[in-house]
């Protein structure tokens, strides 16, 4: 029995042996072991064996179970992950996310496309996946051999492709898709993982900013007025064909000009001081004139602004001639001056106002009536400041009867308080003054003193009045007359006298 004991203990050791053996190091054989067993009968090694290979099976099946849960779990994070990266490119704005198959037939299928290309082209994306043909038959005519160009390229080197190109969308318009894509290669497959971009609203925003910059170009290119840009320091680095053309310079003496020799000696020190200014300010004008080759002058107004050329900081002007300008407004003041005389010199009150009866101007005779000195006195001033209170009111109605109903006021009396204190009359027109739209915008007047006409008049009725009274005395006084000689005819005829007076009866109507 003790020996029987000994025997399985024996065993039991080795069984852990060969057990703990097998596992640990599987690279060996069985047979290395043997030795270590070799002091046991065939039969204790077998049990041995047999228990060492359970346990060994036990740990494998342990093993491969914790490795499909750890693959199961893998799996699922792996789905939630793929459901969070589809759904991220189903939301990404302007960007579809694809996944494009090239069979060894040379077919293309898509794999994968994202919510994108509905939203930017407007396709069903179910259709897409099922006939890529729908796609590449929208590609526009002018692009289809870049895309074949670039895919090849990318084949052929299995390196990423990056290239815009024009699509047109389910309504026929025009759009840009940048198009980014990495190859590779997949079992037998060719793969492009990759995503597409509407770049339109850049590309027009682009081609609008080159299509303004041509036409700035153009238009100082073409354009009367005179362009210089000069560095910091004044060097001239641009001029357009104007100034070679009014200056008289050729564009290679201009490539060796400073902008200060384009101004006459007199004028150098101030450009100077102009040219320093712009160190600091960003803009500025300049009323100084130009020089020409044949040293003559060319009078000008010049906008000067700091800006950018070829990536550097310059200094830009443009120059407008303003020598017809000058000309035209010295005839304006002449004319001006001589309206001015005119209206000075009548003997009649002129004025106008804004809408709101604010005067704007009027003549001498005009501030005379009213007790003023100057012009000045006049304007910004409203009937309120220049009238009797009483009579304002009435001035600022008749203003508004003419701005309102658009139709001028003719001939129509007023009266008012003299300085003396005596009531004069005034005969007053007034006309409204009209935008180019037709509108009234403020009025223009004129009035004349009657108070002596007026006068005049009254003493002219009053004497006509009397006239027809007295008139009225003769009559009543003559048909008395007719009626006495009616009388004494009559009694003359009762005597059987001739009548010795004549009476009719148009005498006594």
């Not at 069979?103 to 930017?120: C, D, I, M, Q, V």
């Not at 318009?173 to 997949?186: E, G, I, R």
């Not at 950018?308 to 000058?326: E, H, L, P, T």
């Amino acid at each position: 029995m003790p020996r029987q004991r000994t025997t399985i203990l024996k065993a039991a050791r080795s069984m852990a042996l060969a057990a703990g053996m097998v596992a640990t190091a599987r690279a060996g054989t069985l047979s290395d072991y043997l030795g270590d067993l070799s002091y046991l009968k065939s039969d204790t090694v077998i049990i041995a064996l047999l228990a060492s290979t359970v346990l060994l099976l036990m740990g494998v099946l342990i093993r491969l179970r914790q490795m499909r849960v750890s693959l199961e779990r893998k799996s699922l994070a792996l789905e939630k992950s793929e459901r969070h990266i589809r759904l991220m490119g189903d939301n990404l704005p302007n960007v579809t996310i694809f996944q494009l198959v090239q069979t060894p037939e040379g077919t293309f299928r898509f794999t994968y496309l994202s919510k994108g290309y509905e939203r930017a082209l407007g396709f069903d994306r179910d259709h897409v996946l099922q006939d890529a043909r729908i796609a590449y038959d929208h590609v526009y005519e002018e692009d289809v051999s870049l895309l074949k160009r670039a895919f090849l390229l990318g084949k052929e080197n299995m390196e990423p492709v990056d290239f815009e190109l024009r699509v047109l969308d389910i309504t026929g318009k025009l759009k840009w898709l940048y198009v980014s894509a990495v190859p590779h290669m997949d079992q037998g497959m060719l793969v492009w993982d990759g995503f597409m971009q509407d770049v339109s609203t850049n590309k027009n925003t682009e081609d609008a900013l080159v299509e303004e910059n041509r036409n700035f170009q153009n238009l100082f290119e073409t354009i009367d007025d005179f362009l210089v840009v000069c560095d910091m320091n004044g060097t001239l680095i641009h001029t357009n064909p104007s100034v070679v053309k009014r200056l008289g310079y050729s564009s290679r003496e201009l490539g060796d000009m400073s902008i200060f020799e384009l101004y006459p000696e007199e004028s150098r020190v101030e450009i100077y001081q102009v040219i320093a200014r712009m160190q600091t300010e960003q803009a500025t004008t300049c009323g100084l004139p130009l020089k020409m080759k044949s040293n003559g002058t060319i009078p000008v107004e010049m906008n000067i602004f700091q800006g950018s050329w070829k990536n550097k900081k310059a200094i830009f002007g443009v120059a407008r001639d303003i020598a017809n300008r000058q000309r035209t407004e010295s005839a304006l003041r002449e004319s001006q001056q001589m309206l001015q005389l005119i209206m000075d010199t009548i003997p009649m009150s002129v004025f106008w106002k804004d809408k709101d009866s604010v005067y704007l101007g009027c003549n001498k005779t005009f501030t005379r009536e009213c007790g003023l000195e100057s012009l000045e006195d006049v304007v910004g001033k409203t009937p309120y400041d220049l009238f009797d209170p009483a009579l304002a009111p009435q001035i600022v109605s008749r203003d508004q009867d003419v701005i309102v109903n658009n139709q001028p006021l003719f001939n129509y009396t007023q009266s008012h308080t003299r300085a003396d204190g005596s009531i004069g009359w005034r005969e007053i027109s007034k006309i409204p003054l009209r935008n180019e739209n037709g509108r009234a915008v403020g009025i223009l007047g004129v009035w004349r003193d009657v108070t002596e006409q007026n006068r005049a008049e009254e003493r002219l009725k009053r004497t006509l009045e009397d006239m027809e009274r007295f008139n009225q005395l003769m009559r009543g006084r003559e048909r008395r007359t007719l009626e006495l000689k009616a009388e004494i005819n009559k009694l003359l005829k009762e005597l059987g006298e001739p009548q010795k007076y004549r009476t009719t009866t148009d005498d006594l109507s």
